[in-house]
């Protein structure tokens, strides 16, 4: 085998290898429910504590419109439905900020925008750095705007389980299809 036939193969290998990661995510996407069932303990240091057991995470960013904005008054009417209420005592629900360059105090009055008993949190660049992976999570800074970050779209459903928070399953943006 040649030198160039060498390098077609490991270039096809190498492609098909970056190309996995999408073709999966269109699979669960359209395959699913809509939700994917995890189970694993997962390091949520950056949550506050809380005595309610369930835990409703999205990440996103302050002034997100074209994401955030409509999930969270998605979610809203949800927290506000006569269906959700019995659950509004133990349901935490947290909006985490994937924007370092904004003030503190924004994530929780962007939160608040949407409702009352949301809440904010802001992260510092290595704490967001570190949540990625626990999360499955993709954020990436827009080349063209470096206020605008592109960001997966799913809730994530937590449980505290003593100290421990464990990571129950996530819920593709499809739940408001």
């Given amino acids: 085998m040649s030198r160039r036939d060498a390098a077609k193969i490991a270039a096809i290998i ?18 699913t429910d809509g939700n994917i069932r995890v189970d694993k303990e997962v390091k ?14 999205f ?6 419109g074209d994401i955030c904005t409509p999930f969270l008054e998605n979610l809203s009417l949800i927290y506000d439905s006569k269906e ?12 985490v900020n994937l924007n370092p360059r904004v003030k503190k105090h924004e994530p929780q009055d962007f939160a608040n925008y949407f ?6 949190i802001y992260l510092s660049q290595e704490e967001i750095m570190h949540i990625d992976r626990n999360f499955g999570l993709y954020h990436a800074v827009s080349l063209q705007d470096k206020n605008e970050i592109t960001h997966t779209d799913n809730l ?14 996530y819920y593709l943006n499809k739940i408001f299809e």
């Fill in 14 to 31: 190498a492609l098909f290898l970056l190309i996995i990661p999408l073709l999966q995510s269109f699979f669960f996407r359209y395959t």
């Fill in 84 to 95: 959700f209420l019995p659950y509004q005592k133990t349901v935490d629900f947290y909006f």
């Fill in 115 to 120: 409702h009352k008993n949301f809440k904010g």
């Fill in 156 to 169: 994530y459903l937590l449980e505290r389980v003593g100290e421990k928070v464990v990571l129950r399953e």
């Fill in 59 to 64: 990440f996103g960013y302050y002034g997100c």
């Fill in 44 to 57: 949520a240091d950056f949550l506050p504590k809380s005595e309610k057991k369930i835990i409703l995470l």
